[in-house]
């Protein structure tokens, strides 16, 4: 089982992006670092019938930052051990030991390890770890508007939420385990006989 | 630009951030290279970190949230945002958006305004040089006082400008300080809500239709017709109530031609609708709802006038009423869910259930957005609206909703209370009309909404803008815009005031550097809902020679020789607070709160009065609606209006109609230009402002939504650059082909900034230089919302 | 997929030319084809793959972000393909300074042996690690035998291309290597289709050119094969640059392939 979770409630998220930037914010990232990152997933089309619209498209959010993985594939990958688990369970980056050679992003399924192109390394979620050693939750999980996240140990989120539905574009979470209970958005059901998209991937 | 983790968390990196950004303007490096040096503020007086607890800058921001500030050595660190315990429904946590949050980059962006500037190219060139405040002072000066003296006061203009709303900082001290000075031309109405402001009147007699919105919790049926709070943030935490609504068991359907933010997060259906046709389907579910019998009909009977023959207004016994309009007596065109969905590209049979359902599942709410009464006949949406609330007798009931304006009975928050004086210049114009009273104000009466004069005495010859981006940005028809002020014989006098060098400020004669909410102390209190009065204390020093608004004015104030008066004997920014909260808030809305020395101690940032039994707008009226009548001519909800009906004017009816827009998809223009084009209120920002922040930008760019059908028609791709263009202007920016928009329709958020290159297309992908100037025929309102363009892709 | 994985295209290209140089090298010595490389070109050919190995070394450093800090991709043995590649390459690099050190100071067949022999495992080793970083289960395309295909016909491409020049007598009109030549030019092209067709986002102008000259590196020998063009060192040159170019085509292909499954 995996230390920690995060709970997501995809059918509340307005997909605003506050998370995003509390974190930026949080962590002095720079544009092009998001260690959280809301996903607008899209799907459906139109058509037109005698004037009037009769099929419509669908979309909702996924708020992503690191599951922790129990089995955290960038650890495995990593070439230098600067990816590793903590004394506190928690999978972080020491940048002494990096050498910003990018395979973890490669082999991380979520897009959790994000290169850092001034500092030349790779940096990621550290899971507010300052913020957890004095009570206080992740700054993600406090900004949220809507009230859509929560953070907790594995035993905490999944006894008040269950262990939640995995949903598109997730993988199979059997093979890496992650500490993330997704609450689904309804339209995430319509991913299963439509090919949908992450929008911001196909527009960049 | 890689601004990377070289962070100012420290001094020595600060100064090294700024050295590096400084150079980096938009493209407009010419403006600041020369001027350009390091901040270089005096020593740090402490090296501890503190937390101040502040309202989030209040900008035309729908949400007043709260700021949980660090500050280490005089510079912000960070900024997150309420966690007081609790968070319950009567007083949830006020948490700020990706807006409050990135604010950081607002604060410490390195194109901040510095020094005063005076124009050196032509007007709207965008050339400047540095001065002195005491040069700049001596300008301002000597040309108000010309002005005066020339024309006269009535010629001096301070437009309308939401870009601050702290009390002392924003256009209201200069309102103040021009009143001692013997006035300035008046305006009235604004942009945000200018048809519903007039409109619901018309209807209920009063703006304040809306339930505190705890009550939401006791509806079972939400209408978010073109409503999107999520993104546009109609009140800190409306989004959080809608989903404790949903918990609650409300069944919740989007009206809207864009599935939203706010349709993917807070609604269980999403319906969309043509832009400009809401009349049409309400009038088809009002057809519905009457020919199924589903009217509540003893509310018609004792709360209504208007409905139909049997309860005409004295005078008007023979005109059409309202069921005489949906049912076709007159006019031979019953509003059938068939007639309305030829206009409106609903199916027949979903106008036909949502009317049964509105009717039928009580109590409900139909929540009526902003954007769709920014039409071309908004003022008939808005009516028409509260005429479905009306009619099904949601209102006055906890879990219903009046519609129209919506602002919150039991009394709305006051925006702002800065003592402005009164104004000895009586005219006051529609805020919308302002480039006309530039152009031709001498000819400007009672026609062109014109209050206060028979007639305006002058053409504006000076224009003081402050805190504002409407200037240029956010009018409409900005190549008329620019044109007209370029032309220096019509304004003589542009002074713009603002924390950046915006498009407006590119139009400015004289640029007076102000500084941040954050650099001055001011007191905010909600936009349209909210029991709360924050305290904005000072948190860091003004950067650069930036000075507060009310400092500013101050200073102008002491030249003019009325300084004791401005300052009411002295008083500074905090003194104004103290004044604000001692003497207004605490003798009017809230007597039990704290005084501002308790409030400033505690560092608690905000005063909150819990909601736990929501105010229900017309509860007494529904009641007994004898004993107390609404301030209507008729004292009822008026469906047919006798004021309305006087005006004479086939754009004004009497009773709410579906009126086909000037620029249609029905219309020849759409042979030109077939698309039609809405500008919503986008996430990143609040209008204009934070359009340069870069984590906002990074995470909402500038983008043209469009549906995949258009584009395909178009050869469009995702991810190209288009060109958007009418006969007004154009346009580049990225497209984004999407299938959460309708197909016909194109969205270009609004409040992009204007930047124009050599051909004049806009590059900042601003949708105004395509919208028209005219206004709406009731309120004179902005119809910025009902454009038709045409979308290519850009070669060049 | 960075812009920078250019440095990734030169750097496999050019280590797999390397193993290919050397391990066609021991096969040649090993067996009756051992006639055609003297003391001299053992030397040299040693030579060419030992400083091809170093140019791959260096601009795979351009890659990283603090290549100063190289030295510690070796904590990772236990699960890192990334990390193993890296022991294989430098065990492969000593191994050659060893040989060459031994090409000069000393004739001992069975230290050469066992040099040659530990030499073809660190090549195929290097080419197996290699294959293994680009197996993620995160990159569909490339989580296929594709990934090893394309790496070992590259090897065996190049180095016979290269054998080709070193080898002054060179192979005789006619000799078999010719069409094996050609057969393994022939798969190669089928590997960079597949990769065309299952990756993302290659562009159809790599394809094409690939393809072009990938048809021309098939036909050359053919031709030489034939005797309709001489075996001679122009020819062959053009061979060699025309190969290179193809297969520096088809791993950018194979690169510009990339995307991943999940996010």
Redesign the interface.
Known sequence: MPEYAFYINSSACSGCKTCQVACKDKNDLPTGVNWRRVYEIEGGGWKEENGVFVSQPYGYFLSLSCQNCENPECVKACPTTAMHVNASGIVAVDSELCIGCRYCSWACPYGAPQYDQAKKVMTKCNLCEDYLSIGTKPSCVMSCPMRALDFGTWEEITSKYGTGENVFPLPDPSQYKPGIVIKPHRNSAMTRNDKAYIAENEYK | MGSDGIFYTNRRSFMKWSAILGSSFLGRNSVFKEIFIPYNPEKPQDNESKIIRTGCPAHNCGGRCLLKVHVKDGIITRIETDDRPGDDISDPQLRACIRGRSYRKRQYHPDRLKYPLKRTGKRGEGKFERITWDEAYEIMYNEISRVIKQYGNSAIFIPYGTGSYTNLNGRWPAVRLMNLLGGSLGYYNSYSWACTNIATPYVYGTLNTGNQRQDWLNSKYIIMWGWNPAEMKDGTNSEYFIRRARENGARTVCIDPRLSMSAIALADEWIPIRPGTDAAMMSAMAYVIITEKLTDDDFIRRCCSGYDSTQMPAGCENEESYKDYILGTRDGIPKTPEWAEKITAVPAATIARIAREYATIKPAVLYQGYGMQRRAYGEQTVRAGAALSAITGNIGIPGGWASGLGSQAGGEPFWSVFPSGENPVKARIPVYLWTEAIIRGKEMGPADGVRGVAKLDNNIKLIWCIASNILINQHSNINRTAAILRDENLVEFIAVQDNFLTPSAMFADLVLPACTQFETWGVEDGWKYGEEVFLTPKIVEPLYESKSDYRICADLAKRFGVWNEFTAGGRDEKAWAEWIIDEIYRKTRFPEMPAFRELEKSNAGVYVKPVSKPVVAFADFRKDPVKYPLKTPTGKIELFSKPLHEMNNPEIPAVPKYIQEWESPFGKEAEKYPLQAIGHHYMPRVHSTHFNNEWTSEAFPQVVFMNKADADKRKIKNGDIVKVFNDRGALVARCRVTSKIMPGVIDIPQGAWYMPDKEGIDRGGNINVLTTERWTALAKGNPQHTIMVEVEKFKG | M?SDYIFLVFFTVLSQSAAGIFILREVMLYSSYNYMIDKHLRIITLLIAGLIVLIAIITASF?????L??V?????LK?????RE?LFILIFSGIILLYLFTEFFTESSSIKISLSISGIIAALGLIVCMSG?YM????PVWNTFLTPSSFFLTSALTGISVMFIIIPAGFGKGSIIYPVFSLLMILSLIVSAFLYFTGETSSVVLFITRLVTGLMALLVPLLIYSGIIPNKMPSRLFLLLLLLFTEIIGRCIFYTGFY????
């Open positions: 960075d890659h990283l972000g603090k290549p800090q190289a510690h991709t070796l904590r990772n699960s890192s393909w990334l990390s890296i970083i993620l289960k995160t990159i991943k499954s999940g996010l």
